[in-house]
T-cell receptor, first 110, second 114 residues
């Protein structure tokens, strides 16, 4: 699987949009971009995934650059409950294994 | 809707004691099931996965074993725990339709081996 690079931490004001970047310059054509998050002492939570088109669901939006070498997860209106470690992963769709790196620790402040 | 349960939530066990962690999934049939471990300050490590009853694949050689006695039940066991077995154990499921895209995790069991 391609490696991803994320900033180690970022702060966000409550009610504002949080934009989380991820670099995956070695991504191959059949690899998807996935985002998970893990709130302290809880299991990881699936957020969203995409291949090359931008995606949106009830939790977030995923913007993938045209060359697919980077992406941004957008939390449109961050709340205190969004404080968590966010993981960006790239993997092929049929790969059963998830592997998390260090992720980005997002702290939402009132 | 689908839900996944794990118990116990926390466990403190002495070295050399046995272990049994249970995971059950509701609201879906023939799921793919997974056991992961997350050691303190480290990433996620896949231990076992299963595509059906009695079908277990091991990712990492260790003193742990897994069993799937029923379609929606996944058990992680050990005959003798080691100090290095301490960690956060997570069960997950994904739709068993050939798509491995989305894995949904349970609340986890925090195991401390003393």
């Amino acid at each position: 699987d391609a490696k991803t690079t994320q900033p180690p931490s970022m702060d966000c004001a409550e009610g504002r949009a949080a934009n989380l970047p991820c670099n995956h310059s070695t991504i191959s054509g059949n690899e998807y971009v996935y985002w998970y998050r893990q709130i302290h002492s809880q299991g990881p939570q699936y957020i969203i995934h995409g291949l090359k088109n931008n995606e949106t669901n009830e939790m977030a939006s995923l913007i993938i650059t045209e060359d697919r070498k980077s992406s941004t997860l957008i939390l449109p209106h961050a709340t205190l409950r969004d404080t968590a470690v966010y993981y960006c992963i790239v993997r092929v769709g049929h790969d059963y294994k998830l592997s998390f790196g260090a992720g980005t620790t997002v702290t939402v402040r009132a | 809707s689908q839900t996944i349960h794990q118990w116990p939530a926390t466990l403190v066990q002495p070295v050399g004691s046995p272990l049994s962690l249970e995971c059950t999934v509701e609201g879906t049939s023939n799921p793919n099931l997974y056991w992961y471990r997350q050691a303190a300050g480290r990433g996620l490590q896949l231990l076992f996965y299963s595509v059906g009853i009695g079908q277990i694949s091991s990712e990492v050689p260790q003193n742990l074993s897994a069993s799937r006695p029923q379609d929606r039940q996944f058990i992680l066991s050990s005959k003798k725990l080691l100090l290095s077995d301490s960690g956060f154990y997570l069960c997950a499921w994904s739709a068993g339709t050939g798509s491995w895209n989305e894995q949904f995790f349970g609340p986890g069991t925090r195991l401390t081996v003393l």
